[in-house]
């Protein structure tokens, strides 16, 4: 028996106890008379202690072992003289007498220590030994706890995980497609999935009535912080079921793991249209934490002279408040913020109410105080705080708006990674234009509905841009966690959708021929949703970035830094699967 315990578990009940220990060398003190070593697994760190008078020859052995030396000890537990309050284990010690080397190790690249010196890059090459980390380790132990919770909740509601395909078709629909050659089809290939969209479908039209799947989905889009080109999706599909289903499981599913896992409870999520989103937050996905909402301010701010807010589709500002005692300096940081090319405004206007209730304002020239008070009115402003205003086209300006918006909140510092404020943006535009294509695409998907009272719209090109499709996200801290729609599972609806979309009957059937034939034999009434489940355990573990709950992400160009891939493939590997590289 290679160990009679872990790391983790022993204390001062335990002592007198002969146990044996496995794990890896944490770090070691040598005082002369006595050695320690600190012995490190999964579950904690338990000290060994080694003493020259008692035992000379295991002493040295123990002051010749380096870091990361996985170890095998054999003792006594008794308690420790110094204590450590700060560890389960910090009452006792292990009085060795038997020492095994299981394994050497090289010194390690950056030490095993909660705040490492490693630097991203080093990370990710020695990923094994970064995991090796408690917040490392700890972020893959939640990861595992909310796929519990979440198999166990869906389980219990009667879902069914049943695994699809990882080969598919390539559908030129949404991001772009992985692909795999075929060896035995030569010029043929199949492509990874982006999410297992169709195969839910006919998961339904098959009668498994409610799905669900923890499945790794795959999307060669380009990368950002919390984008990793595979991820994975919590995928779910209910049959017979109306949004109010949909949005009552999955809100019950989410409210399930704040409760299990953060001890959180909530009332019913608040729900905003897309419409109400994009006007008052300027984006589809809110971070409702703090308010700050946008006030529209045509009517106050235009006919007073100043061209810019007297030529601008909109003018519109938010409240910050308390902030009237800004700077210059502070004022010229926002100013410079918003006209980043990320955020692209061309000036910010703002307008101080003083503590004396006087006003300040950079259009002082076009606005005398009266008309200030009337901007701080529509604001609701008070004594005290400062506005910002942004104008120029509506949905452009409005953009702009929510990154001033997000930085201003985290300038005061409203967005606490402790505070979670989820919600349901609902009734999004069913199709987006694109200028570049020149064509209508599915916002969503193109097996999105429409809401029903918006059906016959279909039928006029013109005003298909008004659509409203019967389609949801699930948002928390201004993160999209996740998303989904009812179906379409009307054959003459979904040929007019295709339409729309600019597909002839030929290229719809080519494109999604078996999941209209299945169409034909009595499909149910379905829909569903996915979460994001990266984003879901980032959140909930208070972290930006997905990465780090990841085990072996690919770094920011896509790459995996450790085992070199992607890579080139030899000569005969490409001969055999019929591919001729460009040099
Ligand atoms: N398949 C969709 C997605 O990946 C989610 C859904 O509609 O269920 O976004």
């Not at 060398?25 to 904690?44: E, H, P």
């Not at 409702?288 to 003018?315: H, K, P, T, W, Y």
Request: proline residues 5%; negative net charge; contains cysteine.
């Amino acid at each position: 028996m290679y160990r009679t315990n872990t790391c983790g578990e022993l204390n001062i009940n335990n002592v007198g106890q002969t146990v044996t220990l496995c794990g890896w060398l944490q770090r070691s003190r040598d005082l002369g008379g006595m050695t320690f070593i600190d012995l490190r697994d999964r579950y904690g760190i338990t000290q060994l202690a080694f003493n020259m008078e008692t035992n000379a020859e295991l002493c040295e052995k123990a002051r010749r072992l380096g870091r990361e030396y996985v170890l095998q000890a054999v003792g006594t537990v008794i308690e420790r003289s110094s204590k450590n309050s700060k560890i389960p284990t910090g009452e006792i010690e292990i009085e060795v007498r038997e020492l095994n080397i299981l394994n050497e190790s090289k010194t390690p690249p950056f030490t095993i220590e909660d705040s490492s010196d490693g630097g991203d890059d080093l990370r990710m090459k020695y990923r094994y030994l970064d995991i090796r980390r408690n917040p490392v380790r700890c972020n893959l132990e939640l990861r595992h706890r909310m796929a519990m919770l979440v198999r166990n909740y869906l389980s219990n509601q009667d879902f069914l995980e049943i695994e699809t395909p990882m080969l598919i078709k390539s559908t030129p629909e949404g991001a772009r497609d992985f692909v795999v050659p075929s060896r035995m089809n030569p010029g043929e290939f199949y492509a990874l999935p982006q999410s297992p969209q169709q195969y839910k479908q006919l998961l339904m039209v098959a009668g498994m009535d409610r799905y669900f799947q923890i499945v790794r989905c795959f999307r060669d889009e380009d990368l950002r912080a919390d984008r990793q080109p595979e991820f994975t999706q919590i995928d779910c599909e209910m049959s017979f079921a109306e949004q109010e289903d949909v949005l009552d499981m999955f809100e019950g599913l989410a409210k399930h793991l704040f409760k299990e896992v953060k001890d959180l409870d909530f009332g019913a999520f608040p729900r905003m249209t897309w419409h109400e989103a994009m006007r008052l937050y300027g984006s589809d996905k809110p971070d409702i934490r703090f308010g700050m909402q946008f006030v529209e301010l045509n009517d106050v701010a235009q006919g007073r002279g100043f061209s810019l807010f007297d030529g601008a589709e909109l003018v519109v500002g938010i409240n910050a408040e308390g902030c009237a005692d800004y700077t210059r300096k502070q004022l010229d940081a926002l100013t410079d913020f918003v006209k980043r090319p990320q955020v692209g405004a061309g000036g910010l206007v703002y307008v101080k109410y003083n503590a004396d209730g006087s006003f300040k304002s950079s259009v002082d020239k076009f606005f005398d105080q009266n008309a200030l008070h009337a901007v701080a009115d529509k604001f609701g402003a008070k004594p005290g705080d400062l506005m910002l205003i942004l104008c120029g086209p509506a949905m452009k300006t409005r953009v702009q708006l929510c990154s001033l918006r997000l930085e201003m909140g985290g300038r005061l510092g409203l967005r606490r990674p402790d505070q979670f404020a989820p919600l349901w943006v609902i009734d999004f535009p069913l199709l987006e234009w694109d200028e570049e294509t020149q064509r209508f695409y599915a916002m969503h998907h193109p097996f999105t509905a429409p809401k029903p009272e918006d059906e016959a719209l279909l039928d006029q090109p013109d005003r298909w841009g008004d659509i409203r499709a019967n389609a949801y996200d699930i948002v928390i801290n201004g993160v999209e966690v996740g998303g989904g729609s009812i179906r379409i599972h009307d054959r003459v609806l979904q040929n007019k959708m295709f339409h729309a979309l600019g597909f002839s009957d030929e290229k719809a059937y080519e494109q999604f021929g078996f999941l209209l034939d299945a169409f034909s034999y009595g499909a149910p009434p379905h829909a569903g949703l996915a979460f994001g489940f990266d984003r879901l355990c980032s959140l909930f573990g208070g972290a930006d970035s997905i990465r780090d709950f990841i085990a072996f992400p690919k770094n920011n160009s896509g790459r995996d830094v450790m085992s070199c891939s992607p890579a080139p493939i030899s000569q005969q590997q490409l001969d055999e699967l019929n591919i001729c590289v460009k040099q």
